[in-house]
């Protein structure tokens, strides 16, 4: 039997192996049989689709190489161009474009490693999760239309990434999007891709002085009004055109308390990482979609981008709001990512329900799937987009932040430590071993 089966490779699927590469602990890991199904035909994810900039720094993509015991191919990354384009961005913030060509040459390389031990699927859609009365998960998976294909492991990891969020509850006064005519509506997901900002340029150049219309107050929709506003039809847009209805105001990523309050920025002592020092090191907004706020609110040495306008949502009254969505040129939703999954059924065949599935966090406590009632499965492991995970005191990040961990670093660093460590405990347990 496996060890364990990885389903979905992108940057959440690879982290355990990145994590474990990096500790030197991959070689035996891969000896105690590990299988990564993707349905992809590379490694790396899906970032590509994507015509933003990174909020991450580049320097944080390249860290994972620096480690002494790497296996030759990962080693091998450190001269390829890639990294070198990547290292001009060392300190600032790379397209996607170029993270995504980065993550598939690092899939490259985990994929010569994992092919060397007969442990690749690429091209394979993995269809179901069974688990077994003895403990084993079954993964039953599907390549090209062929017969079904079950691959038996002691634990699986669920990365198959995020879907947009969509919120059953109302946007303010017990108004819903489905209760306006929206004249046309796009997803930040679609928005921000390559192609949705080609469609989002035509709407622009025909709003006329209709507005447009951003839903909700954290990254994706501060770095839509960004790259809204980087459009050539964006040019002929009147003041406060833009307008982005928040719930509560952003937090602001600062490196230190003392950056914070030269940009005159409130810091709680809650916003503060103990273990870094960081301002709002995990919920606050960075990169382009930071310069936005920055720009919108004025911020010191700025130039003040009077076309977006960020208002409380609160602050309009019912049919305001009703009818600003209404007479929007397009209205783009932007309220995060919860986890893709797929069915899980139990010993009995009954499907069970979980808490991603109902909109929920998807993992608890070391990064185990959470059911629907919040119970955790024992050797089913969920990470990346929109899983949800909770970060320990240990690990750090502020005392405020009650939002989502969606990093890449997380996934290579802490988040892929906790779900190697996990397995690990299952397959040293008695049952495992016999
Ligand atoms: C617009 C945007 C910008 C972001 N920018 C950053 C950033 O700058 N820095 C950062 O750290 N994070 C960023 N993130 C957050 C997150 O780190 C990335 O989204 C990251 O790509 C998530 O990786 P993932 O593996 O969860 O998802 P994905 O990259 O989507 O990978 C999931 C993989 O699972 C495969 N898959 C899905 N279903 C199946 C199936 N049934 N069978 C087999 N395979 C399957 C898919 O083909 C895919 O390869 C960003 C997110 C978004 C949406």
């Known amino acids: 039997m496996l060890s364990t089966i990885i389903v979905g490779g992108g940057p959440g699927g690879l982290g355990p192996l990145v994590w474990a590469a990096q500790q030197g602990l991959l070689p035996d890991w891969l000896k105690r049989g590990i299988a990564v199904i993707e349905r992809q035909d590379h490694l790396g994810g899906t970032l590509g689709r994507f015509g933003i900039q990174s909020d991450s720094l580049g320097g944080s993509y390249l860290e994972c190489l620096q480690a002494a015991g790497l296996p030759q191919a990962l080693q091998a990354i450190r001269e390829d161009p890639v990294a070198a384009e990547m290292a001009c961005y060392a300190d600032s913030f790379p397209p996607l474009q170029l993270v995504d060509r980065f993550m598939r040459r690092l899939g490259t390389a985990m994929a010569e490693i994992l092919g060397e031990h007969s442990a690749l699927h690429l091209g394979t859609e993995a269809r179901s999760v069974r688990l077994r009365d003895d403990g084993a998960v079954v993964v039953e998976t599907v390549r090209d239309g062929g017969p079904a294909r079950r691959l038996v492991a002691h634990s699986a990891v669920i990365a198959l990434g995020g879907r947009p969020f ?44 209709r507005p447009v219309v951003i839903l909700g107050g954290s990254h994706s929709a501060y770095s839509v009004a960004g790259a809204l506003l980087d459009l050539p039809a964006a040019a002929g847009l009147s003041p406060r055109q833009i307008l982005i209805l928040q719930r509560r105001e952003p937090r602001i990523f600062y490196p230190d308390r003392a950056a914070a309050l030269a940009d005159r920025y409130d810091v709680e002592p809650g916003d503060i990482c103990p273990r870094t020092q960081r301002v709002n090191r995990m919920g606050g907004l960075r990169g382009y979609g930071r310069e936005m706020w920055r720009q919108i609110t004025g911020r010191p040495r700025t130039t003040p981008e009077p076309r977006v306008a960020a208002l409380p949502i609160g602050g309009l009254s019912r049919d305001e709001l009703r009818q600003l969505i209404e007479a929007a040129a397009v209205v783009i939703p932007c309220f995060g990512y919860r986890s893709a999954t797929l069915p899980v059924f139990d010993a009995n065949g009954r499907r069970l329900a979980f808490s991603a599935d109902q909109d929920g966090i998807a993992v608890g406590q070391d990064s185990r799937l959470l059911l629907a009632d919040g119970t955790a499965l024992g050797n089913l492991f969920g990470i990346g987009l929109g899983s949800g995970y909770r970060l320990p005191a240990s690990m750090g990040g502020e005392p405020n932040f009650d939002g989502q961990a969606n990093s890449l670093w997380l996934y290579q660093n802490d988040i892929g430590a906790v779900i190697y460590r996990a397995i690990h405990d299952l397959l040293a347990a008695p049952a495992a071993a016999a």
Do not use: H, I, K, T
């Open 166 to 209: 969509w919120p059953a509850d109302d946007l303010a006064f017990g108004l819903s999007l489905g209760d306006c005519r929206v004249q046309y509506m796009m997803p930040s997901d679609r928005a921000l891709s390559r192609a949705g900002l080609e469609e989002a340029n035509r709407l622009l150049g025909r709003a006329g002085g």
